[in-house]
């Protein structure tokens, strides 16, 4: 089976978009690749879903990588990786904690820095600073339904008459 992602450049990292359910095979291959120092795992309430961004280094060349999935509110489900990287085990909690992405196969998935009968997930945008739910607060639509696949290719120049042999206008 092909992996689903688009891989772009932005800065000094290669940035990985994937689709949640190839996150855990795309970081398999990562780790093959010698990617071995998990920097940070993130979670981020996007306003339509939410996304796991996971920031890996490899040392022997320091090239640096990120992993994104969107994952929507109604099922915010992620493979974790705590069996490639140990040290994500917590940022995994912290992201369940905070935001309710469940990480499956975790080996300890419960809060770490709010109480356990703690029912809210704090830095969900549904709600304000209080806890409390935002009146009318809707989703945003999700922004690319496919943002996990690459751009078409660029029109060959001079458009269609070029592309079959014909000369450019």
Known sequence: ????????????????????????????????????????????????GLRVTLHLTRMRDLAKVAVRTDVPYENPVVASVTDLWPGVEWYEREAYDMLGIRFRGHPD???????????LHPLLKRY?????????????????PEP??????????????????????
Do not use: N
Not at 10 to 34: I, M, S
């Open 148 to 169: 996990w696949a690459p751009p078409p290719p660029p029109e060959p120049e001079g458009g269609a008459d070029a592309a079959e042999g014909g000369e450019a206008k």
């Open 128 to 144: 304000d600073t209080g806890g409390y739910p935002i009146p009318g607060w809707e989703p945003a639509p999700w922004p690319d």
């Open 1 to 48: 089976m092909e992996l689903r992602f688009k891989k772009e450049r932005l800065f000094d990292e290669d940035v990985y978009t994937v689709h949640p359910d190839d996150y855990r095979a795309l970081c398999e291959q990562l780790k093959q690749e010698g990617y071995d120092f998990p920097r940070s795992v993130s979670g981020i309430d996007m306003g339509y």
């Open 109 to 119: 998935l419960r809060r770490i820095l709010l109480e356990d009968e703690w029912e």
